[in-house]
């Protein structure tokens, strides 16, 4: 099973990526995505990004709300900059790990896929998008 | 004679909520890097999240709830604070 990791920690502590084209387009869609929906208020994903934090007050606080923001796009960024990389550092690891997630999350959200009835229902295509997202980070969560 | 009281604020949680969509083992890599927990707690606070569809994982300071519901959410999962009953 070893040689079938998408994701390996090395002895020197960084994390291979061992996605083909095909993995690293994916990838590419999914931290590509993220970035475009921080920056889009209209982005179908932007609503996912933009959960409350307080849901019993009207507005969240703006301080914490923009250290959100800055903290998704700072990951998102990161995570594209390194999509042609072998191996990743541990801030890079936990960018992908957590761009994974987000991408994963986001799509759930716009789709609607919030219960177990709804996700097994789902397009095949999307279907095959969320699985393959839930491999990445299957292989990205043993390595931390 | 004085009397003292001591006035006790009801401590603020921090909740993470289940979705369909997130792996297991993912939710414990969080819990175990955002708040430094063991992988025994990790895992039981996940196994709540699945079973009960929300976990409380922090209690104290609304400031530092506030800060630990935005790290989740910055790592993808779906959380939020609220004022303990």
């Known amino acids: ?41 209209s982005h179908e994903w932007h609503a996912g990004l933009n959960s409350p934090i307080d849901p019993s007050e009207d507005i969240d606080s703006p301080v914490a709300a923009l250290d959100r923001q800055h903290e998704i796009s700072t990951n998102a960024e990161l995570a594209y900059m390194t999509l042609n990389e072998q191996f990743l550092n541990e801030s890079e690891a936990w960018a992908w790990l957590s761009t994974f997630q ?21 397009e095949p295509e999307l279907m095959n998008f969320i699985r393959t997202i839930q491999q990445f980070l299957f292989g990205l969560a043993e390595c931390f | 004679m004085t009397e003292k009281f001591v006035k006790t604020e009801r401590p603020w949680n921090v909740v993470v ?3 369909p969509v997130t792996p297991m083992s993912v939710v414990v890599v969080i ?3 955002i708040f430094g927990y063991s992988n025994n707690k990790c895992t039981q606070l996940m196994l709540t999240v699945h079973h009960e569809g929300r976990a409380i994982v922090w209690s104290g300071n609304r400031e530092r709830a506030e800060s630990y519901c935005v790290k989740l959410q910055v790592a ?7 004022k303990e009953d």
Request: glycine fraction near 8%.
């Open chain 1, 1 to 41: 099973m070893a040689g079938n990791r998408l994701f390996a920690r090395r002895r020197d502590g960084r994390v291979e990526v061992r996605l083909n084209e095909a993995g690293r387009t994916v990838a590419r869609e999914a931290f590509g995505r993220v970035v475009a929906a921080e920056r889009d208020p």
């Open chain 1, 102 to 122: 987000i991408a994963l999350r986001s799509t759930a959200v716009a789709n609607g896929l919030l219960s177990e009835e709804k996700l097994s229902a789902c």
């Open chain 2, 17 to 19: 909520w289940d979705d």
């Open chain 2, 31 to 33: 819990f175990k890097r």
């Open chain 2, 76 to 82: 993808g999962l779906q959380s939020t604070i609220e």
